[in-house]
């Protein structure tokens, strides 16, 4: 199933970092830095699907070349503690195209950013040769000034509100969700934490259990069970780069650590349920027995056979009721080895 991922951090110069760099680093292409007098040259890396600048209406052609992009960018800030860029990344779909997925980013980008004054540079990489085959990502690099006919202007300091932030974390979820929609997968992805998400399960499930419907208030524990986990950590860029390099990290560890859990409580899930599919399997063969047994009574039968008929019934019933509860006995057993 699709997963929820979002994050948005800022390139810094006080950190030791370069937009030139960065943007290089994510297009897999060579750029010179004019301000440092280096050549930054990633070309030869792989796994870069995808890329392309968006920018609002009205701005200087130039500006949509990469080089020139970021080098202005560059030239611009003249703090040494300058804010140079702001990097989305967003977790990709698996279930979708390449085609779809550059589609979906690039809407969400148009509308979240670009529509906002941003001009944005887009990389769609494709999952790391040694990782999850279906990590599909997109970094997304976007400027932190206005722009205008002449260039670069002031900051916009409203970029960086938290309800900006939350905003955009939502949208990216209903762009995302949209897109799944239209393949129709079952599942979709919540831009709320893991634990508001749980809290709705299980309020959702009481409320099925008080109106009867045991099935659904099943299906909705299960789910909260999926969701009793912690989020997976992120250990930022420095690590990820010396992991891609083969450098193993303690932040690694720690990611593969919780990324294992994460496998464990979803092989769990996934045995929660086929028993609880197996389980109205036989409840729907209990009852097409139970019914066709009522039937053959009805045709000519006298009373006595009809209340036996009845009877069967009733039996029949018990036995889905009884075979229902120990099903949820079994879903409700906890592994020592988990937080279930």
Do not use: C
């Not at 990216?172 to 897109?179: L, P």
């Amino acid at each position: 199933m699709a997963i929820y991922h979002f994050s948005a951090k800022m390139i810094s110069r006080s950190t030791g970092r370069s937009a030139v760099a960065a943007a290089a680093y994510r297009t897999a292409e060579r750029i010179e830095d004019h301000r440092q007098g280096l050549e930054h040259d990633y070309s030869n890396r792989t796994g870069v699907l995808h890329t392309e600048i968006l920018a609002p209406d009205g701005t200087p052609e130039a500006l949509r070349d990469r080089a020139t992009l970021w080098n202005a960018v560059e030239q611009v800030e003249r703090r040494k503690d300058a804010q140079l860029a702001r990097e989305v990344t967003v977790a990709l779909p698996h279930e979708l195209t390449d085609a779809q997925r550059a589609s979906l980013v690039r809407s969400f980008v148009q509308s979240a950013f670009v529509d906002r004054g941003m001009i944005a540079d887009v990389a769609l990489h494709a999952p790391g040769r040694e990782g999850d085959e279906r990590n599909h990502h997109a970094h997304i690099m976007l400027t932190t000034r206005s722009i205008g006919a002449d260039g670069f202007e002031g900051k916009d300091r409203s970029w960086n509100s938290k309800e900006l932030l939350a905003d955009w974390r939502e949208s990216w979820a209903d762009h995302a969700n949209a897109y799944l929609r239209e393949i129709e997968v079952g599942r979709e992805i919540d831009h709320r934490s893991l634990e508001a998400q749980r809290e709705e399960k299980l309020d959702l499930k009481e409320r099925a259990l008080e109106r009867g419907d045991d099935r659904a208030a099943h299906e909705l524990e299960i789910e909260a069970v999926e969701l009793d986990r912690d989020p997976l950590p992120d250990i930022g860029w420095k690590a990820w780069g010396m992991e891609r390099r083969g450098i193993q990290t303690t932040a690694g560890d720690l990611w593969r650590d919780a990324y294992g859990r994460l496998e464990q409580v979803r092989e769990v899930v996934s045995g929660l349920r086929e028993r609880f599919a197996e389980t109205y399997a036989r409840v729907r063969e209990v009852a097409e027995h139970s019914l066709n047994g009522l039937a053959e009574a009805l045709r000519g039968a006298d009373f006595s056979t009809l209340e036996a008929a009845h009877e069967q019934v009733r039996e029949s019933d018990r036995e889905a009721e009884r075979s229902i509860e120990q099903d949820r006995d079994i879903s409700r057993e906890r592994d020592d080895g988990f937080s279930l």
